[in-house]
Nanobody
Framework: QLQLVESGGGLVQPGGSLRLSCAAS????????IGWFRQAPGKEREVVSC????????NYTDSVKGRFTVSRDNAKNTVYLQMNGLEPAGTAVYYC??????????????WGQGTQVTVSS
């Protein structure tokens, strides 16, 4: 079973940067696609980015393209989300989630507890 723990959230000014980390543990971590999702107050959860097990497939939602970068270090069982140019609309709880195989789907099977990102001056 895959366990995921996010870290790196916090308060940042508009235009600032944060790097989120998702530490994974369990069996066959290298075979899981990992997605980053976020949920803002009063809104539905949305996918932000997804990275396949070998980092050969990477996707971003349109609103973060060019500002966010996802990467993974399988030797450390950690997935990162580098967020630059943060906007107040990026205020949300950010979650990482895993699914066995190459693709992220709506039915991700394993979820972390989330980390709060607040973008405010």
């Amino acid at each position: 079973q895959l366990q995921l723990v996010e870290s790196g959230g916090g308060l940042v000014q508009p235009g600032g940067s944060l790097r989120l980390s998702c530490a994974a543990s369990g069996n066959n971590v290298d075979y899981y696609a990992i997605g980053w999702f976020r949920q803002a107050p009063g809104k539905e959860r949305e996918v932000v980015s997804c990275i396949s097990p070998a980092s050969t497939r990477i996707n971003y939602t349109d609103s973060v393209k060019g500002r966010f970068t996802v990467s993974r270090d399988n030797a450390k069982n950690t997935v990162y989300l580098q967020m630059n140019g943060l906007e107040p609309a990026g205020t949300a709880v950010y979650y990482c989630a895993g699914r066995f195989g190459a693709y992220c789907r709506a039915d991700m099977t394993n979820w972390g507890q989330g980390t709060q990102v607040t973008v405010s001056s």
